[in-house]
C-alpha cells in the first residue's frame, strides 16, 4: 500500500514538473490574489507563516528540484512573510515605501536561485499592483479627485469598516461615560438595599450588550422578549446571562422585595440597551458621514473637471463608454461636458442633503444619550445624605428611585423615536419612519412592557433608516470605478512587458547584474562594517601583545649598552680602576640611558672626547688606536635611540588603536547618520500636516461654536420647518410626552416661557443645534483618533481628551466651550503657535 501510495504520488509530482514554470506561478499569482488582504491586514500568526511555507516550498519544488536546504528556504520564506503581511496600522500606510527596500536586500542578500528569484521578483510587482488596484489605494495619490483637504480618503475601505468599532471616537468616549453612569447609581443607599443580594450586578447588566454584535442582534433580542411566550423567551435566552434569564424570563413573583429589585434591573438593563443602540447607530453614522464625504469630494472635484470625470466613465463600462460615445456624436462636445457637469451636480446635491441628515443624526442621538447619562447619574446623588431610618421612608425612596430611573429610560426611548424623521433618506419625502410596525397614544409607554415594545419599534426603524442611507449612498451615487485607472495601466505597460522580458531570455542579464551588484555590496559590507567591527572587538575585549616584550628587550639593550659604556672607560681611562668608582659611573650611565638624554659627566663624555682625538688622526688611530672600538659604541647608541622612538611609536599606536579602528567605520557612520537625520527630517515633514489638520480642526470647532448657522439665526422667521427643525423638534417631541417625562432643557423646561420667548433664538445663542452639534462630533472625532494615533505617550492626553469631553458634552454653552477651546491652544504643544518651530 505505501509502495502503490508512494509510486503514485511519484506520477503527480512528474506530471507536475512537466508543466512550464510560468504555470506554477500563475497560480502562485493567483494565491497572492486570492489573499492580499491578509497579506496587508492580517496579523501573521504560526498556523498562516506554516501554509505559506508549505505552499512556497511545493511552487519551488515543482519548478526547480535542486534547492537550497530546506532551512535555509524557509528562512527566506519568513522574511517574504514579514515583507508582505507586517500590515497593520501606520506601518501599513508606508508599505509601498519599505517593500521595494526590503525587496532590494533579500534579492541581493538571500535570493541567488535564478527561478526563486524570478518568482519573487514577479510576485513583489504583482503584489504591488494588486496593493495599488485594491481597496486601500488613497484617493489623493492614485486617483483623479483633486483632493484639496489634505486627509485621504479610502472609499471601499472605509464601507468595510461600517460595522468596526472606532477605539478612540466620540461614541465611545460617551459610552465610557454612560458606563460610569451607571456605576454612579450604586452611590444611593436605596439601590444599595436592593441590591444587597447582588454586589456585581452593574457589572454583570454589560454582559448580554457586549454579546451583541450589531445592530441586527439587539432587534432580534428585543423581538424575541416582545412577541415570544414564556417557553419559547426561555430556550431563546438560554445560555445568556443568568439575571436577564430571571428578570425577563420568569413571571408569578409574589415578594415585593424581588418585585422591585426585578423591576430596578429590568430598567437599569433597558438603560444599557438605549446606550448600546444609540453608540451603535453613531458608530454606523459616523462611517457612513466619511464614506458620503469621499463620494461628495470626488463629484465636486467631477463637476469642475468633466472631461476626466468623462474619462473615469468611459473607462467604468461599454455601457458608459457607448453612451459618451452616443452623447458626443448627437450632441456635440461642449454639451455634454455639461451634462457631465449637471450630472455630478447632482450627485453632489444629493450626497450633501444625505450628510446634512447623517450630521443631524448624530448629533440628536449625542444629545439624547448625554441627556440620559446626567438622568441616571443623578439617581445616585439622590438621598445619599439622608439614611433610610423606617420603612415607611424606604418604601418612598424606593418609588423614588424607580420613578426617575422610569422616567430617564422613558423620556431616551420616546426621544429616540422622535428622532427618527431626522435619519429619513432624502428621497424619501413621508417624512415618517420606515416601516413603523406600530404606532403608539401620544400619552402610552408607561410600563416596561410598553416601553420595551416601544424601543423595538424605534431599534428596528433605526435600522432600516440606517440601512437605506447606506444602501442609498452605495447604489446610485457611487464614483466611477475607473478613476483608479492608473493601477490597470501599470499593469498593462509595465508588468506585462517586464514578464516578456524576462521570459525572452533578459533573466541571465538580470542575474549577472545582480550578482555582480550583490559581490559589490558584500564587498562593502565586509571592509566597512563587518571587518572594523571585529576589530574594534578585539581593542575592546582583547589585550595588547608584546608591549612588555617590547619594553623588557629595551631594558636589556640599555643596560648592554651601560655595559658597553662602561668596560670602555675601565680600559681606556686609567683613573677608573676603582670599583666603586666604576660602579656609581655604570649606575649613572643606565640612568641617563633610561631618561634618553646622555647627561652623564664621565662615561659618554669620555667616549665623546676619545672619538673627537681620534677623527683627528684616522690612520693612526684606526691602526694602533681605538677608532672602530669608539665607531662600535657609538653604533650601538644609535641603535638604542633608534629602538626607544620605535618603541614609543608603537605604543602610542596600540593607544589609540580603537580611535583608528573607529576611524575605517567613518563611510558607515556617515550613512547611519544621514540616514538618521533624514529619518528624523522625514519624521518632523509627516508631523506637520498632522499638526496642521489639527489646528484646522480646531479652527473649524472655533468657528462652529461662535457662528451659529444661518438658518439657525433666521429659523425663527421662516414658516418652513425645515430651517427651524430644532424648534420645531422640540416643541412635538416634549408637548407629546407626558408631563412627568418632559425633557429638563433650557427650551422645553417651561413650555408657557416657550411660547412668550423665541426658543430658538434663546436656544442658539446659548446651546448648539442638533447639526452643529453633529458637526463638533465628527471634528472632534479626528482631533481625537489623531492625538490617540500620533501622540499617544504625551503626557496631557488624559487632560487634552477630557476637553474633548467638556467640547461635546451637551450641557456645555457655547461660552464654556469656547473657554475650553481657547485653554486647549495655550496648554497644548501640538495647538500652539510654536509647534511647527522645531
Avoid at 424606593?398 to 424623521?421: D, E, F, N
Avoid at 562593502?524 to 572594523?532: D, G, K, Q, T
Avoid at 500620533?790 to 487632560?799: A, I, M, S, W
Wanted: aromatic residues 12%.
Amino acid at each position: 500500500m505505501e509502495v502503490a501510495y508512494g509510486s503514485t504520488c511519484h506520477m503527480i509530482v512528474q506530471c507536475m514538473c512537466s508543466f512550464p514554470p510560468s504555470f506554477f506561478l500563475f497560480f502562485f499569482f493567483l494565491f497572492l490574489h486570492s489573499f492580499q488582504r491578509f497579506l496587508f491586514y492580517a496579523t501573521v500568526t504560526s498556523r498562516h507563516l506554516c501554509l505559506l511555507l508549505f505552499l512556497g516550498l511545493l511552487v519551488c519544488a515543482f519548478i526547480r528540484p535542486s534547492l537550497p536546504s530546506f532551512f535555509s528556504f524557509s528562512v527566506r520564506m519568513c522574511v517574504c512573510v514579514c515583507v508582505f503581511g507586517g500590515g497593520g496600522g501606520k506601518a501599513y500606510e508606508h508599505v509601498t515605501q519599505l517593500s521595494l527596500f526590503y525587496e532590494l536586500a533579500l534579492f541581493f542578500f538571500f535570493f541567488s536561485d535564478l527561478y526563486f528569484s524570478f518568482s519573487f521578483s514577479l510576485s513583489f510587482v504583482l503584489s504591488l499592483y494588486l496593493f495599488f488596484s485594491s481597496s486601500s489605494v488613497s484617493c489623493d495619490m492614485f486617483c483623479e479627485d483633486g483632493s484639496q483637504l489634505g486627509w485621504s480618503f479610502t472609499v471601499t475601505d472605509l464601507l468595510a469598516r461600517k460595522r468596526r468599532n472606532f477605539p478612540s471616537s466620540f461614541a465611545t468616549a460617551l459610552a465610557s461615560r454612560s458606563r460610569e453612569a451607571l456605576l454612579h447609581i450604586s452611590r444611593n443607599p436605596t439601590v444599595t438595599k436592593l441590591l444587597t443580594e447582588r454586589p456585581g450586578i452593574l457589572s454583570e447588566l454589560e454582559a448580554p450588550a457586549k454579546q451583541l454584535r450589531s445592530l441586527e442582534d439587539l432587534v432580534l433580542l428585543l423581538r424575541e422578549l416582545n412577541t415570544s411566550p414564556v417557553g419559547d423567551r426561555l430556550r431563546f435566552l438560554n445560555g445568556a446571562s443568568p439575571t436577564l434569564v430571571e428578570v425577563f424570563g420568569e413571571e408569578n413573583v409574589k415578594d415585593p422585595q424581588a418585585i422591585a429589585e426585578r423591576e430596578l434591573i429590568a430598567w437599569l438593563q433597558l438603560s444599557v440597551w438605549v446606550r448600546y443602540c444609540t453608540v451603535i447607530v453613531m458608530q454606523r453614522l459616523v462611517a457612513l458621514h466619511e464614506c458620503i464625504s469621499a463620494y461628495a469630494q470626488y463629484w465636486v472635484w467631477a463637476e469642475k473637471h468633466s472631461a476626466r470625470a468623462s474619462f473615469h466613465l468611459s473607462l467604468s463600462g461599454w455601457q458608459w463608454l457607448r453612451q459618451q460615445c452616443y452623447g458626443i456624436l448627437y450632441t456635440g462636445w461642449g454639451r455634454y461636458m455639461l451634462q457631465i457637469a449637471l450630472m455630478a451636480n447632482t450627485h453632489g446635491a444629493f450626497l450633501h442633503r444625505m450628510m446634512r441628515s447623517v450630521v443631524c443624526g448624530i448629533g440628536t442621538l449625542h444629545n439624547i444619550l448625554d441627556r440620559a447619562n446626567s438622568s441616571i447619574a443623578a439617581v445616585g446623588n439622590d438621598d445619599s445624605w439622608f439614611p433610610v431610618l423606617t420603612d415607611a421612608q424606604h418604601e418612598e425612596a424606593r418609588q423614588r428611585v424607580l420613578s426617575r430611573v422610569r422616567t430617564a429610560v422613558t423620556r431616551a426611548v420616546w426621544q429616540l423615536k422622535g428622532s427618527l424623521h431626522v435619519l429619513v433618506p432624502p428621497e424619501d419625502v413621508s417624512g415618517g419612519s420606515a416601516r413603523d410596525p406600530q404606532s403608539f397614544p401620544e400619552g402610552g409607554a408607561t410600563s416596561l412592557h410598553e416601553v420595551l415594545n416601544l424601543f423595538y419599534v424605534t431599534a428596528y426603524s433605526l435600522q432600516l433608516n440606517v440601512s437605506k442611507l447606506e444602501e442609498g449612498a452605495d447604489k446610485g451615487h457611487m464614483p466611477p470605478r475607473g478613476r483608479r485607472w492608473r493601477p490597470v495601466a501599470f499593469f498593462i505597460f509595465v508588468v506585462i512587458p517586464s514578464v516578456a522580458w524576462l521570459a525572452a531570455g533578459g533573466a541571465r542579464k538580470l542575474l549577472q547584474v545582480c550578482s555582480s551588484a550583490r559581490a559589490t555590496l558584500r564587498w562593502m559590507v565586509s571592509n566597512y562594517v563587518v571587518w572594523p567591527l571585529q576589530e574594534v572587538r578585539r581593542s575592546l575585549l582583547g589585550s595588547r601583545p608584546g608591549v612588555l616584550e617590547r619594553r623588557r628587550a629595551l631594558e636589556e639593550e640599555m643596560k648592554s649598552v651601560a655595559n658597553i659604556i662602561s668596560d670602555y672607560c675601565k680600559d681606556c681611562s686609567p683613573d677608573m680602576s676603582d670599583a666603586n668608582h666604576l660602579e656609581q659611573l655604570h649606575r649613572d650611565t643606565l640612568q641617563s640611558l633610561r631618561m634618553g638624554v646622555m647627561t652623564d659627566d664621565e662615561g659618554y663624555l669620555t667616549i665623546n672626547r676619545d672619538f673627537e682625538s681620534a677623527i683627528k688622526r684616522p690612520i693612526r688611530s684606526v691602526l694602533f688606536g681605538n677608532l672602530p672600538r669608539l665607531i662600535l659604541v657609538q653604533l650601538a647608541c644609535k641603535q638604542l635611540e633608534v629602538n626607544r622612538v620605535i618603541n614609543v611609536t608603537g605604543e602610542i599606536l596600540e593607544e589609540n588603536d580603537l580611535n583608528f579602528r573607529v576611524m575605517a567605520m567613518i563611510p558607515v557612520i556617515t550613512f547611519l547618520g544621514g540616514i538618521l537625520q533624514l529619518s528624523l527630517q522625514n519624521r518632523r515633514v509627516k508631523r506637520r500636516p498632522v499638526i496642521l489638520h489639527l489646528k484646522l480642526c480646531w479652527w473649524a470647532v472655533h468657528h462652529l461654536v461662535t457662528f451659529p448657522e444661518m438658518g439657525e439665526i433666521s429659523g425663527a422667521n421662516c414658516e418652513h420647518p425645515h430651517h427651524n427643525y430644532r424648534d420645531h423638534y422640540v416643541k412635538d417631541v416634549q408637548l407629546k410626552l407626558p408631563e412627568f417625562r418632559r425633557d429638563e432643557s433650557p427650551v422645553s423646561t417651561n413650555l408657557e416661557e416657550v411660547s412668550l420667548v423665541n426658543p430658538s433664538r434663546y436656544y442658539h445663542s446659548t446651546y448648539l443645534s442638533d447639526y452643529d452639534q453633529g458637526m463638533l462630533l465628527l471634528l472632534t472625532h479626528h482631533m481625537r483618533r489623531i492625538a490617540m494615533e500620533y501622540y499617544p505617550r504625551y503626557h496631557h492626553l488624559k487632560q487634552y481628551l477630557e476637553d474633548l469631553d467638556r467640547l461635546e458634552s451637551v450641557w456645555s454653552t457655547r461660552q464654556q466651550r469656547l473657554s475650553t477651546l481657547d485653554r486647549m491652544w495655550h496648554a497644548f504643544h501640538f495647538l500652539s503657535q510654536h509647534a511647527l518651530a522645531g
